[in-house]
């Protein structure tokens, strides 16, 4: 009885151990299912957005390099601590689109403002201010030409081609014209440029619709007058060197103009008028643009003397 008693305690304690075994095993085998449903459940995409939020989070926290570190301004503007090597040689060789017509054209425009702003211009009372007012006289200028051709066989002709600016305009604008040229003697060479390459280029300014034009038959005129009649000449004497000086200039240049374009009826010998002002600037001081007159000039006769000689 004993012994059987012992065998079944013994089966018994067996069956337990077991069922033990097997409940352990099936705690572990669901809990692994879950472990890798709850694994499988996450996606790469997931996985990888996770480890990017972690990479960011990591670059908040590292130190700036120095060349990384704000300025505090955008690039290029001055007081830039540093700038790459040859950075501003490259923007200064970067091609910039100029209008030299709308150039001239506002550095003419603001000429006539600051006229407007003078004394003695504010008291002419000038109807439409100094712009208005210096495009009529130049159009009743270009209107009534002197006389450039026989202007020697009477003394009569001589007399009026000397007071051809007074018979035209009258006292009245001559003493405000007169005024002009005693008070902005400074402008004399700028304005004259612009002037003088606005007419020169006036092909390619159409779009500027400039309100004072210079047609090369006009201009052929007074080149002619100031350089080849008496009348001119006289006039010109009265006038203080350096002005008097500009003008021939600017008169040998429209008589180029003329040559290159046929545009020289009269056949008028351009060589004596180069040597002779040649001659005249080389003495003269007091124009800041000296230089590059006689460069011009020079160049001109050379280019003359090799197609017709000296």
Same mark, same amino acid.
Request: aromatic share 8%.
């Given at each position: 009885?004993?012994?059987?008693? =012992?065998?079944?305690?013994?089966?018994?304690?067996?069956?337990? /151990?077991?069922?033990?075994?097997?409940? @352990?095993?099936? %705690?572990?085998?669901?809990?692994?299912? =879950?472990?890798?449903?709850?694994?499988?459940?996450?996606?790469?995409?997931?996985?990888?957005?996770?480890?990017?939020?972690?990479?960011?989070?990591?670059?908040?926290?590292?130190? &700036?390099?120095?060349?990384?570190?704000?300025?505090?301004?955008?690039?290029?503007?001055?007081?830039?601590?540093?700038?790459?090597?040859?950075?501003?040689?490259?923007?200064?060789? *970067?091609?910039?689109?100029?209008?030299?017509?709308? *150039?001239?054209?506002?550095?003419?425009?603001?000429?006539?403002?600051?006229?407007?702003?003078?004394?003695?211009?504010?008291?002419?009372?000038?109807?439409?201010?100094?712009?208005?007012?210096?495009?009529?006289? &130049?159009?009743? @200028?270009?209107?009534?030409?002197?006389?450039?051709?026989?202007? =020697?066989?009477?003394?009569?002709?001589?007399?009026?081609?000397?007071?051809?600016?007074?018979? @035209?305009?009258?006292?009245?604008?001559?003493? /405000?014209?007169?005024?002009?040229?005693?008070?902005?003697?400074?402008?004399?060479?700028?304005?004259?440029?612009?002037?003088?390459?606005?007419?020169?280029?006036?092909?390619?300014?159409?779009?500027?619709?400039?309100?004072?034009?210079?047609? &090369?038959?006009?201009?052929?005129?007074?080149?002619?007058?100031? #350089?080849?009649?008496?009348?001119?000449?006289?006039?010109? %004497?009265?006038?203080?060197?350096?002005?008097?000086? #500009?003008?021939?200039?600017?008169?040998?240049?429209?008589?180029?103009?003329?040559?290159?374009?046929?545009?020289?009826?009269?056949?008028?010998?351009?060589?004596?008028?180069?040597?002779? &002002?040649?001659?005249?600037?080389?003495?003269?001081?007091?124009?800041?643009?000296?230089?590059?007159? #006689?460069?011009?000039?020079? =160049?001109?006769?050379?280019?003359?003397?090799?197609?017709?000689?000296?």
């Amino acid at each position: 009885m004993q012994k059987r008693k =012992k065998t079944s305690n013994t089966k018994n304690i067996i069956v337990l /151990i077991l069922l033990a075994l097997a409940a @352990i095993s099936a %705690f572990f085998y669901l809990n692994t299912g =879950k472990i890798s449903e709850k694994t499988a459940a996450i996606s790469p995409e997931q996985e990888r957005e996770k480890l990017q939020e972690k990479v960011d989070v990591l670059e908040k926290n590292l130190p &700036l390099e120095k060349s990384q570190e704000p300025s505090g301004q955008p690039e290029g503007l001055p007081g830039q601590a540093e700038s790459e090597p040859g950075a501003d040689k490259q923007r200064a060789q *970067e091609p910039v689109n100029i209008d030299p017509c709308q *150039e001239r054209a506002t550095r003419l425009d603001t000429f006539f403002a600051q006229l407007d702003g003078k004394d003695y211009i504010v008291d002419s009372h000038l109807d439409g201010g100094s712009k208005v007012y210096l495009t009529a006289i &130049l159009n009743k @200028i270009l209107e009534n030409k002197p006389k450039i051709t026989r202007e =020697k066989d009477d003394l009569l002709s001589i007399l009026q081609n000397a007071a051809h600016f007074f018979r @035209i305009l009258g006292e009245k604008d001559i003493l /405000i014209l007169k005024k002009i040229m005693t008070n902005e003697k400074e402008h004399y060479e700028p304005v004259l440029a612009d002037f003088f390459n606005l007419f020169v280029y006036r092909e390619n300014c159409l779009h500027i619709n400039y309100p004072i034009q210079l047609p &090369l038959e006009d201009m052929y005129s007074y080149a002619v007058y100031f #350089l080849d009649t008496l009348g001119g000449q006289a006039y010109l %004497f009265r006038r203080e060197p350096a002005l008097r000086t #500009l003008m021939k200039y600017y008169s040998v240049l429209v008589l180029d103009q003329a040559n290159m374009k046929n545009a020289n009826p009269l056949g008028i010998d351009i060589r004596y008028h180069l040597n002779s &002002l040649i001659e005249e600037l080389n003495s003269l001081s007091g124009l800041q643009d000296k230089e590059k007159y #006689l460069d011009n000039l020079l =160049k001109l006769q050379e280019k003359y003397e090799k197609l017709y000689g000296k």
